[in-house]
Every structure is written in structure tokens, then in C-alpha cells.
């Protein structure tokens, strides 16, 4: 069956840095556009970052361009999300979602708190 495990969140200083790991299984993951989403208490969830299927084409929010970057490695079936000079307004749930065309398969979301 479809499985999308992300992991890597936590509790981080502003400036700091995380990196998310997301693995897949189940689908075939090299032909799925890859996206993180995060969503934060009392907001509309909201999509931070995607990546092409073979990788070559990434998009992000304004609010991290900069100081995200998203790839990929097919050959593992995971997608990652470097995340640095993170701010408190970061903190929220991310949740992996892997999309082809109608079929999105998601995550359960890992928590990234930033705080002092």
C-alpha cells in the first residue's frame, strides 16, 4: 500500500536549521511531482515547495525563498527539505504530498517548532 513517512521535524532556535526527510513506497516515486505543505494553528495549510518529477524543476513560496531548498533522490524514493534561517512564523505542521495528475497521496506531518 501507499506510504508517505516524514520525519526530521523538531524544536529549533530562530537562525537554525532542519533538515526534512520524506520516504514513499508503494507508488512509482520517480513519476510523482513531490511537494511539502506545512500548515500552521489557525492557518490554511500552504504549499512551501516542489519539486519535479526527474528533479529538474523546483518552485517556492516567497516567504522561504532563500532559505529553503527541496530535492529529491529517486533511486531512495525521498524527498528532502533543507530548511535554514528558520523563523519563529515557520513553525507549523509539514506534511509531504506526492502528486500525479488527480492522485495525491499524503503524509502525517512532522511538527517544526521555532522558538527561543
Known amino acids: 500500500q501507499v506510504q508517505v513517512v516524514e520525519s526530521g521535524g523538531g524544536l529549533v532556535q530562530p537562525g537554525g536549521s532542519l533538515r526534512l526527510s520524506c520516504a514513499a513506497s508503494g507508488f512509482t516515486f520517480s513519476t510523482f511531482t513531490m511537494n511539502w505543505y506545512r500548515q500552521a494553528p489557525g492557518k490554511e495549510r500552504e504549499l512551501v515547495a516542489a519539486i519535479s518529477s526527474a528533479g529538474l524543476s523546483t518552485n517556492y513560496a516567497d516567504s522561504v525563498k532563500g532559505r529553503f531548498t527541496i530535492s529529491r533522490t529517486n533511486a531512495k524514493n525521498t524527498v528532502y527539505l533543507q530548511m535554514n534561517s528558520l523563523k519563529p512564523e515557520d513553525t507549523a505542521v509539514y506534511y509531504c504530498?506526492?502528486?500525479?495528475?488527480?492522485?495525491?497521496?499524503w503524509g502525517q506531518g512532522t511538527q517544526v517548532t521555532v522558538s527561543s
Open positions: 504530498n506526492a502528486n500525479r495528475w488527480s492522485l495525491h497521496y
